[in-house]
């Protein structure tokens, strides 16, 4: 997907927030926009640098919409990856928001305080761990139902994140029915699907959040099998 970086402002805008905020446009959006699915929309406005400022103001927003021939900002929770599921709509552009503490390319829920993504690779477990690794991040780690929903909603935005089931953090590889985080720490959230975990002895071993219903319910799995992953960068 390409992008650009648009520009640099907000210094010291919420010391106790951010210092700085960037957008960075994502050319293959030029001309669309979602126009069925925005949280927020604000209207007379008239520059993409104060559709940036809005968007910061808001901490649900992690992308949007600057729709020049209806001078409107729209907000969004999510990061858009398949511009074909948008209208055309000319003029309009797309931009994500950092902080300046979350890469570019990346989701910045500040809600929930986390930085990740999506990985649309269809790999083995352990290349898509080493690849995160290769980072410094781990596998997303989801530990309540607020970031479970979130994490639903962003695969489900758009058609090319909903073609596999992802590998996510958690694993009881060491003892068997003991799942735990890639840190140690106990798993006291779970997402399981319907009839899982297995708790069997056949390497069962890793959790993946399913497709089956677009729901993204765990399920235990092999880490021979391959899906698609998603990495988290801590903040």
């Known amino acids: 997907m390409f992008r650009t970086l648009l520009f640099l402002c907000l210094v010291n805008y919420t010391p106790a927030l951010t210092t700085t905020?960037?957008?960075a446009k994502w050319t293959a959006f030029n001309h669309v926009v979602m126009s069925n699915t925005a949280s927020v929309e604000i209207s007379n406005v008239y520059s993409g640098k104060r559709c940036l400022f809005l968007c910061l103001q808001n901490e649900a927003c992690v992308s949007f919409f600057y729709r020049r021939q209806h001078r409107r900002c729209q907000f969004h929770d999510v990061l858009f990856m398949s511009p074909e599921d948008g209208e055309h709509e000319n003029g309009t552009v797309y931009y994500s928001l950092t902080t300046g503490v979350c890469p570019f390319g990346y989701v910045h829920n500040r809600l929930l305080n986390i930085c990740y993504q999506l990985h649309l690779d269809d790999i083995y477990y352990n290349d898509g761990l080493a690849d995160c690794a290769s980072r410094g991040e781990h596998l997303l780690v989801i530990d309540s139902a607020d970031?479970?929903?979130h994490i639903v909603k962003q695969i489900t935005s758009s058609s090319a994140s909903t073609v596999k089931s992802y590998f996510i953090d958690g694993s009881d590889a060491a003892n068997e029915g003991q799942w735990v985080f890639h840190d140690g720490r106990p798993m006291?959230?779970?997402a399981w699907k319907p009839g899982f975990p297995t708790?069997?002895?056949?390497d069962r071993d890793y959790i993946a959040a399913n497709k089956g219903g677009k729901a993204?319910?765990?399920?235990?799995?092999?880490g021979s099998e391959s899906k698609f992953y998603i990495c988290e960068k801590d903040l």
């Not at 708790?199 to 056949?202: L, M, P, V």
Request: proline content about 0%; hydrophobic content about 30%; overall charge positive.
């Open 21 to 23: 905020a960037f957008a």
């Open 147 to 149: 970031k479970q929903n």
């Open 188 to 190: 006291t959230y779970f």
């Open 199 to 202: 708790n069997t002895t056949d």
């Open 216 to 222: 993204y319910l765990w399920q235990d799995r092999k």
